[in-house]
């Protein structure tokens, strides 16, 4: 099974703040990777697709990027709403996986 | 709009069964991947199984293979997780999603909490 790991695992920043997460894979899964972003209580909400396409509504400042084996999802003006977890999915099996999160936190 | 309602959850002693469902609405159902992914307390998310528009290719996580059946009846706009012989490590909030033809998750339902305890 294809494996995929996110860094940091927690990050802690302030509102402005520009910040990154990186996911990586196992092996090459082209540019089949998703975003998500969970908050608390709530179901996980898919913010990128096909590793920089934008899902309809998410505000511009999210942006990924990436293929083969390295990601980065890209907060380029860290806003309140933002401070949650973000997960990191690969599509390229059929077996899928998913990172294993990225808390980002009030610094 | 797209709503997608799990049902079925509980406790359950060890070894026990459950069955969840997903009823979904808002879109045509037979014509998408269905997955189940769970997420147990405080750790994160894990996909458990999909299965293909028509039921005929499904795909488990090693975890689960042998004790979970995912299926699906399109005529009821529903799918169904079948989890049998569970154990304490199958305790998790399970979530229904309507995948894209290209296989990420779009659409999420709200979950179901399944708690495996004697």
């Known amino acids: 099974d294809i494996q995929m790991t996110q860094s940091p695992s927690t990050l802690s920043a302030s509102v402005g703040d520009r910040v990154t997460i990186t996911c990586r894979a196992s092996?090459?899964?082209?540019?089949?990777l998703a975003w998500y972003q969970q908050k608390p209580g709530k179901a996980p909400k898919l913010l990128i697709y096909?590793?920089?396409s934008l899902e309809s509504g998410v505000p511009s400042r999210f942006s990924g990027s990436g293929s083969g084996t390295e990601f980065t999802l890209t907060i380029s003006s860290l806003q309140p709403d933002d401070f949650a977890t973000y997960y990191c999915?690969?599509?390229?099996?059929?077996?899928?996986?998913f990172g294993q999160g990225t808390k980002v936190e009030i610094k | 709009e797209v709503q997608l309602v799990e049902s079925g959850g509980g406790l359950v002693q060890p070894g026990g069964s459950l069955r969840l469902s997903c009823a979904a609405s808002g879109f045509t159902f037979s014509s998408y991947w269905m997955s189940w992914v769970r997420q147990a307390p405080g750790k994160g998310l894990e996909w458990v199984a999909n299965i293909k528009q028509d039921g005929s290719e499904k795909y488990y996580v090693d975890s689960v293979k042998g004790r979970f059946t995912i299926s699906r009846d399109n005529a009821k706009n529903s799918l169904y997780l079948q989890m049998n012989s569970l154990r304490a490590e199958d305790t998790a909030v399970y979530y229904c999603a309507s995948d894209d033809s290209s296989g990420y998750s779009h659409y999420w339902g709200q979950g179901t909490l399944v708690t495996v305890s004697s």
């Open positions: 999915q690969q599509y390229n099996s059929y077996f899928r996986t």
């Open positions: 096909k590793a920089s």
């Open positions: 092996q090459s899964i082209s540019s089949w």
